[in-house]
């Protein structure tokens, strides 16, 4: 049995002034209107790049019946590209938001978990050793169907700092 809360709505300020929170499902279905709403407004196709863990049933039983309540025709709902996720050890996804604040990634050095201290630490080259990794994955289909761990991306990392010439003497 569904219950009818009637209509809803809400003022969110943009001047910085509120906040608005909402759950998964809802800021999934708003991201996929706005990126819609773009589509019209900058004459443009707009894609999302997400985990695949959104694709499948989320797509089809949350996104799909979303846009579709909100008027947004298919031919206007943003192109989906689903990319491997990053697993912890467990092989959980890595989920920095989640389970930072309570200690569970204590473990990972924290350039995985603040891309700050990654450049800090390393420099804008190592954005060049994942984007080459990241190429791969497009280059070859295969390596798009799977999971990589945060221990795979570390040995990608170590072969970067390896790899790098030690810093002249000044």
Known sequence: MYTDHGPYTEHVPVDG??????????RSIQKGYLLA???????????????ADWGGAW????????????GVPPHDWPVSVFTPLVVDRTGGKLSKSLYVANGAYADLPELFLNLDVLLAEHGDQVLDTLWAEVSRWASDPQRLHRSYT???LAALLN?????RPAPRAA
């Open 17 to 26: 002034g509120g906040w608005y929170d909402a759950n998964t499902p809802v």
């Open 37 to 51: 709403a773009e589509r019209e407004l900058y004459d443009a196709c707009s894609v999302s790049a997400d985990g």
């Open 59 to 70: 797509h089809s039983q949350v996104l799909a019946p979303g846009l579709a309540t909100l």
């Open 150 to 152: 945060v221990d795979y």
């Open 159 to 163: 072969e970067h700092l390896a790899a």
